[in-house]
């Protein structure tokens, strides 16, 4: 259904992508992992239009859509959510939501909005503004937002990124079962390896922008290159946690990975 095919993107020397290629079928849940900087959201861009690759070809359903202009985007049925949020902070959760229907046909689309609030537990705070919300609940207003214009693909960058242990294995159930219901396919940005090999189908490595791995979540753990890229270093504090634990808080993490990235380059 998305068909990445040799895309390359340079900012001045360096490579942010450098020819990847992969694919992700209908319904399938894609795990896309790799150290910071490997190249994770600059792909996002790519796939939304925000960065133009500087070769390659990105097709949806058989459609160009490096050819498609960006705001056509939710119309082809690809949806994302942010890494750091992209919320209207003044609107109220239920507008947040609202808004992600405006590619879709007016009929219906506040009673949808209503139904994905309640299915993602959102009814009580649906009136109120986005701004001053918990950071766990703007997560799911992000993911209620994605969902309004009834996507075939969602793009998630670091859905758990801020989360409590808790609410990490309650995001993993929801998005199973979210796609389980709604039939879309997912692309899986994500540090926390439990969620990821949790609840994927297939996972892509990435590492300086190239492609190292592209196979079963089972696989990852025992396959040399990932381990020696990314998951051989979770002792630094800057890598993620090999075992299923998420004892690590995250703010840390994200402390530490912009330095552990110059150390690696
Ligand atoms: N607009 C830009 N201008 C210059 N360099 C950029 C730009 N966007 C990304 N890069 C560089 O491209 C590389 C890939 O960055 P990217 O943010 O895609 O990594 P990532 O895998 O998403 O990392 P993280 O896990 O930390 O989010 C990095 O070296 C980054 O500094």
New binding site residues.
């Given amino acids: 259904m998305l068909q990445v095919n040799e895309v390359a993107?340079h900012?001045?020397g360096?490579r942010?992508?450098d020819g990847v290629t992969f694919e992700v079928e209908p319904g399938q849940i894609l795990g896309l992992i790799?150290?910071?900087?490997?190249?994770?959201?600059?792909?996002?861009?790519c796939i939304t239009r925000i960065?133009r690759p500087t070769a390659g070809t990105i097709r949806f359903d058989g459609r160009d859509l490096l050819t498609t202009p960006p705001h056509r985007l939710a119309g082809t049925g690809i949806t994302r959510t942010f890494?750091n949020l992209a919320l209207f902070g003044t609107l109220t959760v239920f507008e947040n939501t609202l808004a992600g229907g405006l590619a879709r046909s007016r009929t219906g689309a506040r009673a949808r909005a209503w139904e994905i609030l309640e299915r993602l537990d959102l009814v009580d705070v649906a009136g109120r503004p986005a701004a001053g919300l918990p950071f766990g609940t703007l997560k799911r207003v992000e993911l209620a937002r994605a969902l309004m214009a009834g996507p075939r693909l969602v793009l998630l960058?670091?859905p758990a990124g801020g989360l409590t242990h808790s609410e990490v294995n309650e995001l993993g159930r929801l998005l199973v079962s979210l796609r389980d219901e709604y039939g879309f396919a997912a692309l899986l940005?994500e540090?926390h390896m439990g969620l990821v090999l949790g609840i994927s189908d297939h996972v892509v490595a990435?590492d300086f922008?190239q492609k190292i791995y592209d196979g079963t979540p089972a696989g990852v753990r025992e396959d040399d290159a990932v381990v020696a890229a990314y998951l051989g270093r979770a002792k630094s504090g800057a890598r993620p946690e090999t075992t299923e634990s998420d004892a690590r808080p995250e703010a840390a993490e994200?402390d530490a990975?912009?330095e552990a990235?110059e150390a690696a380059?």
Avoid: C, M
């Fill in positions: 993107i900012f001045g360096v942010a992508l790799g150290p910071n900087g490997a190249g994770k959201t600059t792909l996002f861009n960065y890494q960058d670091e940005v540090h990435l922008g994200s990975r912009p990235t380059r």
